[in-house]
C-alpha cells in the first residue's frame, strides 16, 4: 500500500512538472498569437523524449505530445519549415516582426513561468493558511561524546534555539547549508548535510540534521542562544579540528499565518523573492567551484525529493518546490544560450545594436551545436540522477 501510496506522487509530480512546462510554452504561444505570428508546432515534449503519443492539426497549428512530455517542449514558427506555404514578407512569419514584438514573444514563456511560481504560493496560502518562506528555528536535540569537546561545559542546553554563531544569522535555508555537517565514519570526515530525514509533526515539517558547526574557526567563539524567550551570549565554545561543535539538533521551519488577503499576497512575492535569492546564491556557488556539479539535481530526482515530501506528509511543501521549479525553469531560460529563451533574446538585441541579423544557416549550425552540446549536459545530470538515487544520496 505504502509503495502505491509513494507511486501516486510521483505520478502527481510528473502532473505538476507537465503544467509547468505547458505554461511556459503557453506564454509563447499566446504572445505570438497576441502579435498575429502563425505558429507551425506546439510540441509539449522534445523530439529525443520518446514516441508520439498525440497528435492533431487545429487551424494553422499542429500540436504534438510525446510520451516523456515533462523532459521539455518548444515552439515552430513558419521559420523552421522550409515547406511553409507563407511569402517570405508576409506579416505572420516571426521574422518580419519588430524588435519588440519578437522580444515579448521570446520572453514571454519566463514571464510566464513567474506568474505560475506566483500563483502556486498563493494556491498554498488560501489552501494551507500559511506560506513556506525557509524560516528555521535550530534547535539543541542532545549531546555527542567527541574528542576534544566537552558541550556540557559550554553552557549550552538541550532546547536551546541557536540564534547566531560568530555573527551570522542561522534562520534559513542558506545559513542551513553552510552551517551543517554530516560526519561520515567510513571517510573520516564530514560531508555536507544534505542527507536529511523528513518527517511530519502537527502540520509543520522537521528537519533532524545531525550536526552543526562553526565554518570559520576562530580562537574565541561565539554562539548565540535564546533561553526562555532571552537572547542569551555564550563566548569561548570548543570545537574539533573540523569546527564541529559536537550537537544533535532539529530544524523547525516557522510559518506566518495567512490571516488576511494582503498577507497572502504580500507573502507570495516574499516567497518569490526568497527563491530568487537561493537561486542566485547556488548559481553563484557551482559557478565559484563551492559544490560540485554533482551536485546538480535533474528531472529524475525532482520526482524522487517532490514525491517524498508529498508522502511524508509536506503537500505544501511538496508545492512550493513546483514553485521553486517553475522559477529555475525561468531563470535557465534566462541563460545566453541559443537554445534557452536568453540566447534568442541576445540575438535579436545583438540584430537591432549591430543592424545585421544573423544568417539563417549560420543560426542553423549555431542551434545544432549548442542542441547536441545540451542533450550531452542533460543525459550525464539524468545518469548521475539515476546513481544519487540508487546510492541513497538523493
Known sequence: ??????????????????????FHEVGHFCAAKLFGVRVER???????????????????????????????GYIAYPESNPKCDLPMNSSKRFLNKTSFQKSFITLAGIFMNI???????????????????????????????????????QQLKQGD???????????????LQEYFRVYQPSIKKYRNGNKQLLSHNNNQLLIFLPDIYVNDIKDSNEVVVIRDNEKVSIDNINVNENGSLGINVYVKEKYEKISSFPILVKNS???????????FFYLKELITGSISITDVRGIFSIIKISADLGFYGSCARMLWLMSFLSLNMALINLFPIPVFDGGKFLIILSGDLFKKSVKRSTMEKIMKITFSSFNIIFLLIVLNDIYSILRGIV
Open 1 to 22: 500500500m505504502e509503495v502505491l501510496h509513494f507511486f501516486l506522487y510521483i505520478l502527481l509530480t510528473i502532473f505538476f512538472i507537465g503544467l509547468i512546462i505547458l
Open 42 to 72: 506546439f510540441a509539449f515534449g522534445l523530439p529525443l523524449c520518446g514516441p508520439i503519443i498525440f497528435r492533431k492539426k487545429i487551424f494553422d497549428t499542429e500540436f504534438i505530445v510525446h510520451l516523456l512530455f515533462f523532459f521539455g
Open 115 to 153: 506568474c505560475v511560481s506566483f500563483l502556486i504560493l498563493l494556491l498554498i496560502g488560501i489552501f494551507c493558511k500559511f506560506i513556506p518562506l525557509n524560516n528555521y528555528e535550530v534547535v539543541i536535540d542532545s549531546f555527542k561524546n567527541q574528542k576534544h569537546i566537552d558541550v556540557k561545559n
Open 161 to 175: 534555539i541557536i540564534y547566531s554563531i560568530n555573527n551570522k544569522r542561522i534562520n534559513d535555508i542558506i545559513a
Open 269 to 279: 512575492l516574499k516567497g518569490i523573492f526568497n527563491q530568487f535569492y537561493i537561486l
